[in-house]
């Protein structure tokens, strides 16, 4: 258990209305991620982030923002959500290892269920 | 572009009937490759994590090995509640690739 959390767990939500989506973890790791999953595609990186205020773009991030305020949350944001965007979100974190050094491997959350209709 | 193939799609098994899954993968320069198991509804749980030609690791019923093409997973005598998905990813640069997976059921 990697102390990860996400909220909410289901949403359903209308084409054209902001959704944003929270990752918390309980460890302080500095590496995060946000994937989605999909039927015929597995999962592909949205966005991450390598420390607070620091993100970089996935495979597809388009229709995407990400916030890191703070070393525990990582928010994703659909500014308007599209039908293409109904999918199940997944967060990750890499632990660090001694001195701040990211190791390889990603443990995931539970995952957020998201329905845009 | 790093690509990663996974078969067969799905697999059925009797209790205690051994196999292997398959993942294939195309990637210039291996950092790791990794093995996840996932239930329905559930996040992707991590089992392995191989880093070069050669290299085995195993866990309960559960043996991964790799060579410089593909990886193996391979269940001895599975039980029921090894009944799951079984992910595949690979890492060349900072970022994961997955297969799209093998959904695997054993039976009773």
């Known amino acids: 258990d990697a102390g990860i959390t996400q909220s909410p767990r289901h949403k359903v939500t209308e084409t054209g209305t902001p959704v944003t989506l929270r990752c918390h973890q309980t460890?302080?790791?500095?590496?995060m991620y946000w994937y989605r999953q999909d039927p015929g595609h597995g999962l592909r990186l949205i966005h991450y982030?390598?420390?607070?205020?620091?993100?970089d773009k996935g495979e597809v991030s388009d229709g995407y923002s990400v916030s890191r305020s703070k070393t525990e949350d990582f928010l994703l944001t659909l500014e308007s959500a599209t039908s293409s965007q109904t999918s199940v979100y997944f967060c990750?974190?890499?632990?660090?290892?001694?001195?701040?050094?990211?190791?390889?491997?990603?443990?995931f959350g539970p995952g957020t269920r998201l329905t845009v209709l | 572009e790093d690509q990663v193939t996974q078969s067969p799609e799905a697999l059925r098994l009797q209790e205690g009937e051994s196999s292997s899954l398959n993942c294939s993968y195309t990637?210039?320069?291996?950092?790791?490759l990794f093995w996840y198991r996932q239930d329905p509804g559930k996040g992707p749980e991590f089992l392995f994590t191989?880093?070069?030609a050669g290299e085995e690791k195993e866990k309960e019923r559960l043996k991964a090995t790799l060579t410089k093409k593909e990886s193996f997973l391979h269940i001895t005598a599975p039980k029921p509640e090894d009944s799951a998905t079984y992910l595949c990813?690979?890492?060349?640069?900072?970022?994961?690739?997955f297969g799209e997976g093998t959904q695997l059921t054993v039976n009773p």
């Open positions: 990813a690979v890492q060349a640069s900072s970022r994961l690739t």
């Open positions: 982030s390598y420390g607070v205020k620091d993100t």
């Open positions: 460890e302080n790791h500095r590496y």
């Open positions: 191989l880093y070069s």
């Open positions: 990637v210039s320069g291996l950092r790791g």
């Open positions: 990750a974190i890499s632990r660090d290892a001694s001195y701040g050094i990211r190791t390889d491997t990603q443990y």
